[in-house]
Structures are given as structure tokens and as C-alpha cells.
């Protein structure tokens, strides 16, 4: 498999947290976005939102979009589950990843904060700020009713995969207030103990900028 992402992509990171975490070997193909090579014709035949992740299978078959990259690995690759197997369980889990992956994340991509800068002559970090407050505010009382060690219960799922890129993220745009979500915090300290969390995140990849 090859995975075409950026290493500063929070979407990009939730798919290598989902192939580390499964124990999957991949190809690291960069594409970097402030260069705008999502926007080249040989990137845009691969997905045509002009975006990152795409996960090409080994028969050449191209998938875009992390939810549904990990929801194919999940359902290729079950074990080990990044999906509880409890039905109101796994609900909880599909809700925290969509409260970011269409909720926050959305808000504060490069695409969106250049039209709010160039386009709307806006305050991009006033912008940003707003939504991903509202957005981790909705995500932390969401997992104060459902956290155990990880967002849902004990074992690492495709909730955390999602809050992780999320606090990277936020921490970019916005500032983060451990008191204010005291139990994201204390999830993204416990999934950075794991092994496959350190090789997943941004600053571990190949294209990564030093800081």
C-alpha cells in the first residue's frame, strides 16, 4: 500500500495511527500542501477534492478521505479492532469522530483559513479559535460520559485516532486549555505512552519541517 499525505495533516495523521496501530506496512508518499501540490493534475486524478490522504491498494486502487480509508482497514483488517464491538459503544465513537471530522476540522483546514483570509479579508485566528473552542468543548463533555482510559472505554479506537490530529491541530491555530478539557488531555497523554502513536505522529515523518 502507498499512502499519499502530508506529514502536518491531521487528516493524513488519523490514517498512519489507524496502519501503525494494525501493524500495516505502507509507502510514504508526501504531497505538500503549501506548495499546492494537491492541486497538481497528478494528485487531483488520485482525489478530486484536491485534498489529503489517499490510500492506494496494491492492485493500484485509490481511496480518498480518512473516514473512509479507516473504515476499509477496519473492515480488511479486524484485528486488532480500532472499532468496539459494543453497538452503543461503537455509536459513541462514530460521534466523536464526526464532531471532528465534520464538525472542527473542516473549519480550520488550510483551504477554509486561506478563503477567510484572502477571499472574506477576515481574522483567521479569531476564526479559528471560535470553532475549534466550540468543537473541543462539545468533544469534552462527549467524553467525559464515555472515557475509561482511552475516549471510549479502555481500549484505543478510531475516537482517539481522531483526537490526537485534532489537539495538533488546535494547538496550531488556538490555545489549548488543559484545565478547560481536562479529559482530552488526559487521554493524549496516555495514547502518546504507545509505541505506534510516536511513529504516527507529525514531527516522526519524512517531510516533516523542523521546528
Known amino acids: 500500500m502507498k499512502l499519499f499525505n502530508y506529514w502536518r495533516s491531521s487528516a493524513s495523521y488519523r490514517v498512519r495511527l489507524a496502519l501503525h496501530f494494525k501493524g500495516l506496512s505502507f509507502e510514504y508518499a508526501p504531497v505538500n500542501l503549501v506548495k499546492g501540490e494537491q492541486h497538481q493534475a497528478e494528485h487531483i486524478a488520485r482525489n478530486p477534492w484536491h485534498s489529503v490522504p489517499v490510500l492506494q491498494l496494491d492492485d493500484g486502487t485509490l481511496i480518498p478521505q480518512s473516514v473512509a480509508i479507516v473504515e476499509y482497514l477496519e473492515e480488511k483488517h479486524p484485528t486488532p479492532a480500532l ?15 464526526e464532531t471532528v471530522n465534520s464538525g472542527i476540522q473542516p473549519l480550520h483546514n488550510l ?35 464515555s472515557s475509561g482510559k482511552f475516549m471510549v472505554g479502555d481500549a484505543f479506537t478510531f475516537a482517539d485516532a481522531c483526537l490526537l490530529p485534532q489537539l495538533f491541530g488546535a494547538r496550531r491555530f488556538a490555545s489549548v486549555d488543559a484545565a478547560r478539557y481536562p479529559t482530552l488531555i488526559r487521554v493524549e497523554a496516555e495514547c502518546m505512552k504507545l509505541d505506534f502513536v510516536q511513529k504516527a505522529r507529525p514531527e516522526a515523518q519524512p ?5
Do not use: C, H
Open 83 to 97: 472499532f468496539p464491538r459494543d453497538l452503543v459503544a461503537r455509536a459513541r465513537m462514530r460521534a466523536m469522530v
Open 207 to 211: 517531510d516533516a519541517v523542523p521546528a
Open 111 to 145: 483551504q477554509v483559513l486561506n478563503y477567510v483570509k484572502d477571499e472574506l479579508k477576515g481574522d483567521t485566528k479569531a476564526w479559528s479559535e471560535k470553532w475549534i473552542g466550540q468543537g473541543l468543548d462539545a468533544l469534552e463533555a462527549m467524553a467525559k460520559t
